[in-house]
């Protein structure tokens, strides 16, 4: 039996997504920003692919912008914020919990000149609220906090961070990286105080290389991507069509069986914690159950290291990560796992497992009968 578990870091595309995406490659491969039939027929897939997102969203159709996948649009609301708005303050707040595409760009924005402030998380993987508040002040002038932690599956309070920030400084923009929480929860950014919102396709089923960045009207950014103009001068570059249609498929399917899909992860991940408690020394991070993410866990299974035991299971074609697929190949220690607390033992033995609407029980059960079959072998040959 094949098991994968590796959700969180990619996919699988939709058949009716690769069958669409395949038909525009082969058949309707117009350029959108041409003037004849070909590009017209091109540019309306396009349209179309805004007008199923902002229904989703419930926002303009003017306010979605195509990019290459979640780590440019969260690169462009932070620097593209950040330059826009450098002469009203120069102070950004953010998590220490958050993805690379966010921390790394904000590190790049820190030798600019700007000032950083990263509120802790707790045990669980929260941000206090009201200590984000405190931290609000006149100069503020961006707070970006991620809904969905990749990792550990921490859900932050997106809509009470966002009423909070308008009603200590109106002037200050909310910035969500929603890469992993999108598809999983209903979001609409104008009843949450959301002013930019990051979207990546192959999260949800949909093509790798495909993206969104919600923008609100009222934001003052700049493009980061200078060209030809395309997307009312946002963001240049020949239109990616067959990745914003399927990346609009996907959101489409995705959300029209949203509660059948998101009840079939619960399940799995239920089953697989039930599990894992009953396994000797199997530390489960994060936020309990119910209130954490629906596709995410993340456990250490002390004195067996994560790629040791990653490899043990790919053997027998289980599919898990050792941390983020992003960063998976560093070896310093998850920033996520330091901030809540995680021992060293717990960061060198974690795991996360992820799952979507085609995981099984049944593929949770093989897990489970291959970890009480492998982890007896694993820790004697460790402590050999």
Known sequence: MEAYLDNSATTCVYQETADLVCDLMVNHYGNPSAMHQKGVEAEQYIRTAQETL????KVKEKEIFFTSGGTES???ALVGTAMANKRTGNHIITSAIEH???????????????????LPVNKEGLVDVNELEEAITPETILVSIMYVNNEIGAVEPIGEIGRR???????????????????KYRIYPKRMGIDMLAVSGHKIHGPKGSGFLYIDEKVKIRPLILGGGQQNGMRSGTDNVPGIAGLAKSAEIVYKHFDEQTAQMRACKHRLIEGLRELDDVVIHGMPEEEGAP???NASFLNVRSEVLLHTLEDRQIYVSA??????H????????????????????????????????EQIDYTLDTLREVLPMLRRFTRK
Not at 54 to 57: D, E, F, G, P, Q
Not at 165 to 183: R, S
Not at 333 to 345: R, V
């Open 74 to 76: 969260d690169n462009w």
């Open 165 to 183: 920030i308008k009603a200590k400084n109106p002037k200050t923009y909310f910035h969500v990286d929603a890469i992993q929480a999108f598809g």
């Open 100 to 118: 690379p595409a966010v921390s790394a760009p904000l590190a790049f924005l820190e030798e600019q000149g700007f000032r950083i402030t990263r």
């Open 330 to 361: 560093k070896r310093a220690g998850s920033p996520t796992l330091t901030a809540i607390g995680a021992s060293k033992a717990e960061m060198e033995s974690a795991v996360r497992f992820s799952f979507s609407e085609f995981t099984t029980l």
């Open 295 to 297: 596709q995410i866990v």
């Open 54 to 57: 902002a229904k989703i969203l």
């Open 323 to 328: 941390g983020s697929a992003c960063s998976s």
